[in-house]
Structure formats: C-alpha cells, structure tokens
C-alpha cells in the first residue's frame, strides 16, 4: 500500500506498476477528509490517494470484506434486511426482494470518508503528518489476519504500529527521525507494549562498514 497525494499518485502509479508489475495493481482508493478551507483559486483539494498492490495476482490474496451503513434512501426503500437480486427466465435482473435476514450493509467501495486528526483528538501526538486510525484499521482490517507481519517502512507517528497493537497483528516500523521513533515507543507503550527495538546505520555507511 502506498499513499500519495494527487500531485504525485499518478507517476509513483506507473513507477509502482513497472516495480511490481501492472497486474498486481488492485486498488486506488480515494481518501477524502474534511478541513478547514484554503484560501486557493482552485477547488479545494480534499483527498489523497492510496494504491494497493498484491503479491500474486492469480491466487486468492488476503482480503476481508468490510461495510459500510446502508445509505438512508436504502433503508427508506428496502428497509434493513439483506437484497436478493432475482433474475427472471430470460436471465434479465427483476427488482430484488428483501430478506427477513439483517444486511451486514453497503460493501465498503474505494472512497473513503474518514476525518483527518482534529488538533483537539485524543489520538493526536503532535507529528505533523499524522494519519487517522480509523484510515489504518480499515486496511489492516481488510489486508490483513489476526497474528500476520505489517511493515511500515515510513512508520511516522507509529499510527499502523498502534492500529496492529489493537487489532492483534504483529508490525515493523521503520523511520529516520528519531521524533517519529520516540512517538511511536510512547504510543506502543501505553497500548501496554514493550517495543523490540534495532539501530541500521545509514545505507552509505553500512557499505563501508560492511567493506572495512
Ligand atoms: C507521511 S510520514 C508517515 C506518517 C505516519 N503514517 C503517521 O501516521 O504518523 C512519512 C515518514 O517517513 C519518514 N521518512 C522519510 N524518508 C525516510 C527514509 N528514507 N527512511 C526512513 N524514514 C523516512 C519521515 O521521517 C516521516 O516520519
């Protein structure tokens, strides 16, 4: 998963293609926030972009299904109880009939509506490029089971480490800033977790140590 924004998803969309192949692209999602309105010439820009790729295309990959509420004009026609599509004789699509069984709701599409971090949020530390949990759960939740390995090479605040503390996945984080790092070791911490920490020497200099 890679998140951008639109001035850039384009390009690392073709980079990503040419590094993973473009038959493991599986989604573009839409992130969309509210915030406080710029002062711009322009349409305010309020989403970013997220592309998800898979390992194997060709075999079943892990995916759970989420949903959403069933939209209100649904509920008004339908009311709650799961659809069933129903086809006629010549295999044309009738007006579905409702069942008395409840409706798990709307399954979740590619545009997500999730607030950005409010400055009054308890979930708040203060780094500036904080993600909302709710954003990360929705993928951990979606990508991944119960006991797997997350990654995050870019980790920040620690917003994915906390996210798998909670929902029982075991993660990595990496980051260069040792504020990110800090953050991140509190956070883990007051999820009652000890963070197994390792140092790794910049790349240039690992080289020359390795060579020395
Ligand atoms: C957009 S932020 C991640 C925010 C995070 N998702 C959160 O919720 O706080 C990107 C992070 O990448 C880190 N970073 C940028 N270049 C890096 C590099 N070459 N190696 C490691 N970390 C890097 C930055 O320090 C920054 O914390």
Not at 14 to 32: K, M, T, Y
Request: charged share 30%; proline share 8%; net charge positive.
């Amino acid at each position: 998963m890679l998140h951008v924004d639109p001035k850039t998803s384009h390009y690392a969309k073709v980079l990503c293609d040419e590094i993973f192949g473009s038959r493991c692209f599986a989604s573009e999602i839409i992130w969309r926030y509210r915030r406080w309105p710029a002062k711009t010439n322009n349409f305010q820009r309020v989403h970013d972009v997220l592309l998800r790729y898979v390992r194997e295309p060709d075999r079943p990959h892990r995916f759970r299904q989420l949903y959403e509420p069933l939209a209100e004009s649904t509920r008004a026609t339908w009311g709650s109880g799961r659809q069933r599509a129903v086809i006629d004789a010549n295999g044309r699509r009738r007006r579905s009939s409702t069942t008395a069984e409840p409706s798990p709701g709307t399954p979740l599409g590619d545009v997500w509506d999730i607030s950005i971090v409010a400055p009054v949020a308890r979930e708040r530390t203060g780094y500036p490029t904080q993600k909302p949990e709710a954003l990360l759960e929705r993928l951990v939740e979606a990508c991944t089971y119960p006991g797997d390995l997350v990654l995050d090479p870019y980790c920040g605040s620690g917003t994915t480490l906390a996210v798998c503390a909670r929902l029982g996945r075991d993660a990595i984080g990496i980051d260069r800033s040792p504020l990110a790092l800090e953050i991140t070791r509190e956070r883990l911490r007051a999820l009652g977790r000890e963070p197994q920490e390792e140092r790794f020497l910049p790349a240039e200099r690992t080289k020359r140590a390795r060579v020395a």
